[in-house]
Structures are given as C-alpha cells and as structure tokens.
C-alpha cells in the first residue's frame, strides 16, 4: 500500500527532474507514467490517453501552420516585407527596431510560433540593426520580445493548444488575439523609442522615394495577402482554422514555386524535414504533458491546488493577480504547452467560480506565456536570438526589461478592460 501522497509524489517528481536538467517532455512523461504504475491507476490507460491526447483534430492545425511558417521563411518572404517596412519607417529615431516590431508583428500572422519567428526575421534584421549602431543586447532583445507577439496575434500555436484544452472555440480566440496583440506591439514601440531616443539609435536607410516605397510595396504584395487569406477565410466561414492551416501550406509553396521562384524540390524536402522535426517535438510535449494532466487530475492534485487557491483570498481581483504572477514565474522555467497542460486543469474550475469569459482569460494567459519566452532560464526566444547576435543572455535579460514592463503594462490594461479583446469577436458575432 503506497505511503507516499499522489499529489505531491507527482509534483515532486516533476520538479526534480526539471531541476536536473531533463528535457520538459520527459519530465512530464516520466512523472505521469511513473505515478500511474506507483499508484496503481492502471498502466493500460497510458496507451489510449497517450493517442487521445494527439488525436483530435484542431491540432491538425499545428504540423501545417508550422510548415507554412518554414515555408514562407524559405520563400524569402520576411526579406521583401522587412524591406517595406525600413522603406516605411526610413532613417526615423529607432526605426529600424520598430522596423524589427512591426515585422514580427505581421510575422506572428504567418508562423504562430515565437522561436520560429525570432529565427525568420533575427537573421535579417539583427546584423541589420548591430552595423547600425544598436548595442547586440539591445538587437537581440527587441527581436526576441516582439517575436513574442506570435503567440498571440492569430494563427496561434498557443491559442490552439488552449482552445483544444478548454473546448473554445479557436476561431474566436483568433480573433480576440488580433487588438491585444496590435496593443503589446504599440507598447513595444512605444518603449523602443525612448530607448533609441536616449541613444541615438536610427533606421538605417538614408534616401527612399515613392518610386521606392511602390516598388518594395509591390515585392511584397504577395507576402502581405497571406494573412488576409488566412484568417480572411476563417472569420468569412470560408474555412475552420484546421483547414486554414492547410491551406497557408499550399499558399507558401504557390509563393515559393510560382510567384517568388525560390523554392526547388531540394529545398521542398528541406522544409518537410525541418516541419517533421519541429512538429514531433511539439506533438510530443503534447502527448505527455496530456497524460501528466490526467494524472495530476486523478491524483487530486487539481483538487488540493484549487481548494489552496480559493483559501488564500475569494477577491477575483487578488486571484486574478495570483494567477498572473505564478504564470509569469512558470514562464521563466516551462514552456507554453507544458504551463497549459500543467495549470488549466487548476485554472479552470477558478475560472468557472468567477464567471471569467475563457476567450479573455485564454488571452491573458497568452500574453503571460508570450513574456515567458523572453525571460530566462527557458528563454526559448532569446536563446535564438543570442545565437543570431552573438549576445550573451544576460546582456538580453537586461535590454529586454523595459520591453517586458511595456508587455506587462499591456497585460493589466487588458485585464482592467476586457473588450479589448473581447470586441472584435463580440462584433462579429461569436461567442
């Protein structure tokens, strides 16, 4: 007869391995399987949990989105629209970070994925903004915050993966993403241009013309209709966001065949090889940090962390801050998926207690989780932006704060007024 509590056996497994280094897959499989056999749960419900966690079809989405995003960055898409946007913003004070903003901002409309969008566009605009004259802390930090954006402007990998949890509707949580995260991206620039302003940080083109400016608008025509085709469709009713994924797929590869000729078949297998890789590590943080949900849940820790919760305070205002603060501090040591696995089944029934919108609520946790990929130790951003710039995490960790209070500034003006992003889908008639 086991002596060990379920709860904190498997809570404590979990952190150990963490703390030991194991990858955030692993530990959540490792911890669920181990406490399903210790306690007798029943190891044939490993199998069939593991299956239903990965077999449903919103997250079909995921492996296309992911494609489409690798396929657009081979297409030499982010090229033509980082050239729009420095024409548009010219030599102005911190133009070419608000440059690096504005790209990531558009960018997070094709790929959904942060580190994927840091890596798309910090190749072009980091060196970019380092031979200007902006210090590589500084270039590393705008490109991986903004990238943040990603996450919460729609496709979203995130949001999909909440919208499966929750049963939301993922259409609707696309577009409840849209005013938040053109809300982050103002703030960003915002922040962006009292540093430059301090520090004489410029754009980094001299001369441009309208001639110029039509001509690089022209260039990327082709690019800048991809998200209007994207989400156009979903919120038209035209297509759900699983097929929409599909079709970013075919439209990227139309891009690179057919209008920009810079794809080759050598280069399409490419892309399905790094898709392949890239989507198995996601679908695996999924399939068991499904399985450690259902443990945790028939463990009775959802029950004990609830009842903890609720004893603290009954102020939805003291818990809603409670719960953005442990989200802020679970981003700085998991990722997006695994915190949503881990947390929502806690979240939830508070959520339910409050009455809170979960379109709304969804968003917020967005946000927090698009923070977390900036702050250190698991800084899934900044990792790739350090390596683009040659920076050191330390020297990001310290130019990105002010970058992530501005985030966090936006997070309570979105906590404080809800319709922010509950506007567009109260307009548009989806519930």
């Given at each position: 007869m ?7 056996t498997?809570?404590l497994?979990?952190a150990v391995l963490l ?14 399987i181990?406490?399903i056999w210790?306690?007798g749960?029943?190891v044939?419900?490993i199998?069939?949990?593991f299956?239903?966690?990965?077999a ?12 489409a ?33 504005l790209?990531?901002?558009?960018w997070?409309?094709v790929s ?5 969008t840091t ?8 060196p ?7 210090s590589?802390?500084?270039?590393g ?6 990238s943040?954006?990603?996450?919460i402007i ?5 949001l999909?993966i ?8 993922v ?15 103002a ?6 241009l009292?540093i ?6 410029r754009?980094g ?11 690089a608008?022209?260039?990327a025509?082709?690019?800048l ?14 297509f ?6 599909v ?7 139309f891009l690179?065949f ?5 794809l080759?078949?050598r280069?399409?297998?490419k892309?399905?090889?790094?898709s392949a890789?890239?989507?198995?590590v996601?679908?695996?943080v999924?399939a068991?940090?499904?399985?450690f949900?259902?443990a ?6 959802i ?5 903890g919760?609720?004893?603290i305070?009954t ?7 409670m ?16 915190i949503?696995?881990?947390f929502l ?11 809170w919108?979960?379109?709304?609520f ?9 923070i977390?990929?900036v702050?250190p130790?698991?800084?899934v951003?900044?990792y790739?932006?350090a390596?683009?710039s040659?920076?050191?995490l330390e020297e ?8 992530i209070?501005?985030?966090v500034v ?6 404080a ?10 307009t548009?008639?989806m519930?």
């Amino acid at each position: 007869m086991p002596v060990l509590d379920p709860a904190l056996t498997i809570a404590l497994i979990f952190a150990v391995l963490l703390i030991l280094g194991v990858p955030i897959g692993a530990a959540l499989g490792v911890a669920a399987i181990f406490s399903i056999w210790y306690f007798g749960y029943g190891v044939g419900v490993i199998s069939p949990n593991f299956y239903a966690d990965i077999a449903k079809f919103p997250l079909l989405a995921i492996p296309f989105f992911i494609t489409a995003g690798v396929a657009m960055q081979e297409t030499g898409v982010a090229d033509k629209i980082v050239r729009l946007a420095r024409m548009l913003v010219g030599n102005t004070v911190g133009g070419l970070a608000i440059v690096t903003i504005l790209t990531a901002t558009f960018w997070g409309a094709v790929s959904g994925s942060g580190p994927a969008t840091t890596a798309a566009i910090g190749v072009i605009l980091i060196p970019a903004m380092i031979a200007a004259g902006y210090s590589r802390g500084f270039a590393g930090a705008v490109t991986s915050t903004a990238s943040g954006l990603a996450i919460i402007i729609p496709p979203s990998i995130a949001l999909i993966i909440y919208g499966v949890i929750t049963n939301a509707s993922v259409g609707t949580l696309f577009i409840a993403g849209i005013l938040p995260g053109i809300l982050i991206s103002a703030l960003l620039i915002l922040a962006t241009l009292v540093i430059a302003k301090k520090r004489n940080y410029r754009g980094g083109i001299e001369s441009r013309s309208l001639r110029d400016i039509a001509r690089a608008f022209k260039d990327a025509f082709w690019g800048l209709l991809a998200p209007v085709i994207i989400l156009g469709g979903i919120y038209g009713g035209v297509f759900t966001p699983t097929e929409a994924a599909v079709v970013a797929v075919f439209y990227s590869l139309f891009l690179g065949f057919v209008v920009y000729r810079t794809l080759t078949f050598r280069k399409f297998f490419k892309i399905l090889i790094d898709s392949a890789e890239l989507s198995a590590v996601v679908m695996f943080v999924v399939a068991f940090a499904g399985l450690f949900s259902w443990a945790e849940t028939t463990a009775g820790l959802i029950d004990k962390a609830v009842a903890g919760i609720m004893s603290i305070s009954t102020n939805p205002y003291v818990i809603m801050a409670m719960i953005m603060a442990l989200l802020l501090v679970a981003g700085m040591f998991l990722d997006a998926i695994s915190i949503f696995y881990v947390f929502l089944p806690i979240f939830m029934p508070i959520m339910a207690h409050f009455h809170w919108n979960p379109i709304w609520f969804g968003i917020l946790i967005t946000i927090n989780l698009a923070i977390g990929q900036v702050t250190p130790p698991v800084a899934v951003n900044a990792y790739v932006a350090a390596k683009i710039s040659k920076a050191t995490l330390e020297e990001i960790g310290r130019e990105a704060l002010p970058l992530i209070i501005a985030a966090v500034v936006g997070l309570f003006l979105i906590i404080a007024f809800p319709q922010i992003a509950l506007w567009l889908p109260h307009t548009a008639g989806m519930k």
